[in-house]
């Protein structure tokens, strides 16, 4: 399977750290967060990743290269500045995925998730991991019963932002900016979409604050 990792957002809750770094790139552990999808997807028998970027894209080129210090093929997929949203992007770099299911995963969560056991084949169009709600997401998004998900509230967890896409999944996405929800929740009362539910470890590296406390949490 091929991989996307989903780079290209400017990180505004993170300021300042992400006013000269891509939000990516921070780090976890010592090690940028990138870097730690690049190693697991490796760990998970991909061999080819498309990373997508607009601010600071630059850095995140210059830091992978090709992908040959992580034993994998790196090709980039530029946005122009702003971004092209979640499903503009993927959809923008649908001529590099090509047309079998493929792993995306935000760039902007640390997790251990083992990226090996997500299925290559799919019986819809989209197989989500979810998890528990985080305290700034109690709400959470789609709940699951017997490994299909739904738009019902009730016992909903919280979309992990790891996922395998058919290409099919994209097929009513225009090119420019378009956000993947929409998509979601249309494929979701279809029954095209499949789910499971992670317990380990996982957290949305979206402020400072996070951060820290990831990498104090990950000291101990």
């Known amino acids: 399977m091929r991989a996307m990792i989903l780079a290209a957002g400017r990180g505004e809750r993170m300021r300042p750290l992400t006013d000269a770094t891509p939000k990516p790139l921070l780090k976890v552990q010592e090690k940028p967060l990138l870097v730690h999808h690049l190693i697991a997807l490796k760990h998970a028998g991909v061999s080819q990743v498309v990373i997508n970027h607009a601010w600071l894209g630059e850095q995140i080129e210059a830091l992978i290269g090709d992908g040959a210090e992580y034993g994998l093929q790196v090709k980039y997929s530029p946005e122009p500045a702003g971004g092209l949203e979640t499903a503009g992007g993927i959809f923008h770099a649908l001529p590099l995925l090509g047309g079998e299911p493929f792993i995306v995963v935000n760039g902007d969560v640390w997790c251990d998730y083992p990226f090996k056991t ?15 709600n985080p305290p700034q997401h109690p709400e959470g998004d789609f709940s699951l019963h017997q490994q299909q998900l739904a738009l019902s509230s009730d016992n909903a967890l919280t979309y992990s932002g790891i996922a395998v896409f058919h290409p099919d999944f994209f097929a009513k996405c225009q090119a420019g900016r378009y956000p ?3 998509l979601l929740r249309e494929q979701i009362a279809q029954q095209k979409v499949s789910g499971e539910y992670y317990p380990g470890s996982w957290c949305d590296v979206g402020t400072p604050e996070r951060l820290c406390k990831l990498n104090l949490q990950l000291i101990k």
């Open 118 to 132: 997500l299925p290559s084949q799919l019986q819809g169009v989209a197989h989500l991991v979810m998890v528990d």
């Open 180 to 182: 993947l929800a929409p």
